[in-house]
């Protein structure tokens, strides 16, 4: 075996030891059940870890990850997570969360073929189509990255808004917010976009939802 995959072991029971140093019955506390108040949708990139992010403990985030964050209306694997963090665990709020420098949006600016991950791109790409206009407004080609980067984020939480399993969280009452953000790689912060949805009325008065349906 390498040095690398020794090393994981390793570093594995280094840090089960401290966490039970924090508190002798972390683990136990943690076998039987689980009740996390937040559902993160992110970008797969190994440089944007979701607890390390937001200091949240073992329990405390159920995550969801993919290429660019994408939320799809198809993607049987999202919508099973979406449904049983808000069915089940009954998550309080989901954050969408992109982050600037992703590849999967920069190849989607593109026509170069990537390879497999060309037709999962191709959401990506709608995104862009959505907002082209503006998007292609910006001349420096760095600031229409991060902008295309934000803006496919606010269409990811719009998507997530209308989904049916959303819907039927308000239409009953249940409390439910989602949210969007970008993190950055070269400053470990986070950006709220300011695209925060808890009811159905929230979502027709954003102006992600006016640019799309009316």
């Given at each position: 075996?390498?040095?690398?995959?020794?090393?994981?072991?390793?570093?594995?029971?280094?840090?089960?030891?401290?966490?039970?140093?924090?508190?002798p019955h972390?683990?136990?506390?943690?076998?039987?059940?689980?009740?996390?108040?937040?559902?993160?949708?992110?970008?797969?990139?190994?440089?944007?870890?979701?607890?390390?992010?937001?200091?949240?403990?073992?329990?405390?985030?159920?995550?969801?990850?993919?290429?660019?964050?994408?939320?799809?209306?198809?993607?049987?694997?999202?919508?099973?997570?979406?449904?049983?963090?808000?069915?089940?665990?009954?998550?309080?709020?989901?954050?969408?969360?992109?982050?600037?420098?992703?590849g999967g949006?920069?190849?989607?600016?593109?026509?170069?073929?990537?390879?497999?991950?060309?037709?999962?791109?191709?959401?990506?790409?709608?995104?862009?189509?959505?907002?082209?206009?503006?998007?292609?407004?910006?001349?420096?080609?760095?600031?229409?990255?991060?902008?295309?980067?934000?803006?496919?984020?606010?269409?990811?939480?719009?998507?997530?808004?209308?989904?049916?399993?959303?819907?039927?969280?308000?239409?009953?009452?249940?409390?439910?917010?989602?949210?969007?953000?970008?993190?950055?790689?070269?400053?470990?912060?986070?950006?709220?976009?300011?695209?925060?949805?808890?009811?159905?009325?929230?979502?027709?008065?954003?102006?992600?939802?006016?640019?799309?349906?009316?």
């Amino acid at each position: 075996m390498s040095e690398y995959y020794n090393n994981l072991k390793e570093n594995n029971k280094k840090w089960a030891y401290s966490m039970l140093k924090l508190d002798p019955h972390f683990f136990e506390k943690l076998k039987d059940t689980q009740s996390p108040p937040l559902l993160w949708i992110g970008c797969s990139d190994s440089r944007v870890p979701a607890n390390e992010i937001v200091g949240a403990l073992p329990g405390e985030v159920f995550v969801h990850r993919n290429i660019a964050n994408m939320v799809i209306h198809t993607d049987m694997n999202l919508l099973s997570v979406l449904d049983y963090s808000v069915n089940i665990l009954k998550v309080k709020h989901i954050i969408v969360c992109g982050h600037y420098g992703c590849g999967g949006v920069k190849a989607a600016m593109g026509s170069a073929p990537v390879g497999v991950i060309d037709n999962w791109i191709r959401h990506i790409k709608d995104s862009y189509r959505f907002g082209k206009k503006e998007i292609e407004a910006i001349k420096d080609e760095k600031e229409r990255f991060k902008f295309f980067v934000e803006y496919n984020t606010k269409q990811q939480v719009l998507n997530l808004a209308v989904t049916s399993i959303v819907q039927q969280a308000w239409s009953s009452g249940q409390e439910l917010s989602i949210h969007g953000w970008v993190y950055g790689l070269d400053t470990g912060l986070i950006k709220d976009l300011d695209v925060n949805f808890s009811s159905h009325e929230d979502i027709k008065n954003s102006s992600v939802y006016k640019l799309h349906f009316d």
